[in-house]
C-alpha cells in the first residue's frame, strides 16, 4: 500500500512545476494554497455525505471514490506544503501503542 502512495507523492512532487494548462495539480499549484484548502474542504463534505448515503444503502462505492478524492487533494495540499505521505504516515506510526484519549490529551497540553 505504501508504493502507492510512494508513486503518488513522486507524481504531485514532478507535476508541481508542470505547465498548468496541461496538469490539473499543476493547475492547483498555480491558483495557490486557497485553492487547494478549497478543494480538500470540498471533497471533505462530499465524502461525509457519500458516508451519509452508505450508511442508508448499504453501497459503500461512493464512499470509496469520494475518500479517494479527499485523500488525493490532501496529498496535494501536504506536497504545496513541502511535505508528503512518509510525514504522515510517520506521525501514524509515533502514535502506535498510544491511547488514543492519552494521545489527544498530550495535544491540549502542548
Avoid: P
Amino acid at each position: 500500500m505504501n508504493d502507492i502512495l510512494t508513486q503518488l507523492d513522486t507524481i504531485l512532487a514532478a507535476r508541481k512545476s508542470a505547465d498548468a494548462d496541461k496538469s490539473y495539480v499543476a493547475s492547483l499549484h498555480h491558483k495557490g494554497l486557497n485553492k487547494i484548502l478549497e478543494k480538500v474542504g470540498e471533497e471533505c463534505t462530499e465524502t461525509l455525505i457519500a458516508a451519509k448515503d452508505a450508511e442508508q444503502s448499504g453501497d459503500n462505492n461512493e464512499l470509496i471514490a469520494e475518500t479517494a478524492d479527499l485523500w488525493f487533494h490532501s496529498l496535494v495540499m501536504l506536497s504545496h506544503l513541502g511535505e508528503n505521505a512518509d510525514s504522515v504516515l510517520a506521525e501514524l506510526a509515533r502514535r502506535f501503542d498510544i491511547s488514543g484519549l492519552d494521545e489527544k490529551a498530550s495535544r491540549k497540553n502542548s
